[in-house]
Antibody, heavy 122, light 109 residues
Framework: EVQLVESGGGLVQPGRSLRLSCAAS????????MHWVRQAPGKGLEWVSG????????GYADSVKGRFTISRDNAKNSLDLQMNSLRAEDTALYYC???????????????WGQGTLVTVSS | EIVLTQSPGTLSLSPGERATLSCRAS???????LAWYQQKPGQAPRLLIY???SRATGIPDRFSGSGSGTDFTLTISRLEPEDFAVYYC??????????FGQGTKLEIK
């Protein structure tokens, strides 16, 4: 059974940093691209960042480019999101999501974690 | 960036009825790279449809997707009580960013 468990969320002041993690199990982690998708309270979904199976290809939404860094450790089956210079508008539930296709980054998310909440407020 | 506009914002129907949800793109979505997700309150989204018309694993056949270019549709043939939720379309045809529509809330009439 595929499981994605996010951690690292919390309350943080504007301008500070936070690091999110996603622990993956139930599939061959290093065969699939991974993504972060967020959802502000009461709002829709926004793709944040994605990383290919071998970290060779990385993408970011314009809203986080230059502030967030995605990374993965295939030996530990883990995905991270380093978030710097946080803003109030970064407040959201952050989901870790698995890409659907083997060894190819499609941008289709067939498994999701339950999310970790990030609140940016003074 | 491709902008997706979903309509209607809210759809009120009764169990057993047919639901038709629309998703329109600001420019053509390449290779029909359009997906649909269902989200229930307090839950993560669930993939329903990809490639505009292919059902994801385990999705009942009452869910179907159609369309190409800039106009896409999700149809639920006979609504079950568990189908009332928010539905999002998403395009993944161009290189990132992958974008979502704003969602359609399907509520019980």
């Amino acid at each position: 059974e595929v499981q994605l468990v996010e951690s690292g969320g919390g309350l943080v002041q504007p301008g500070r940093s936070l690091r999110l993690s996603c622990a993956a199990s139930g599939f061959t982690f290093d065969d699939y691209a991974m993504h972060w998708v967020r959802q502000a309270p009461g709002k829709g979904l926004e793709w944040v960042s994605g990383i290919s199976w071998n970290s060779g290809s990385i993408g970011y939404a314009d809203s986080v480019k230059g502030r967030f860094t995605i990374s993965r450790d295939n030996a530990k089956n883990s995905l991270d999101l380093q978030m710097n210079s946080l803003r109030a508008e970064d407040t959201a539930l952050y989901y870790c999501a698995k890409d659907m296709s083997f060894a190819v980054t499609t941008g289709v998310f067939n498994y999701w974690g339950q999310g970790t909440l990030v609140t940016v407020s003074s | 960036e491709i902008v997706l506009t979903q309509s209607p914002g809210t759809l009120s129907l009764s169990p057993g009825e047919r639901a038709t949800l629309s998703c329109r793109a600001s420019q053509s979505v390449s290779s029909s790279s359009l997906a649909w997700y269902q989200q229930k309150p307090g839950q993560a989204p669930r993939l329903l449809i990809y490639g505009a018309s292919s059902r994801a694993t385990g999705i009942p056949d009452r869910f179907s997707g159609s369309g190409s270019g800039t106009d896409f549709t999700l149809t639920i043939s006979r609504l079950e009580p568990e189908d009332f939720a928010v539905y999002y379309c998403q395009q993944y045809g161009s290189s990132p960013p992958y974008t979502f529509g704003q969602g359609t809330k399907l509520e019980i009439k």
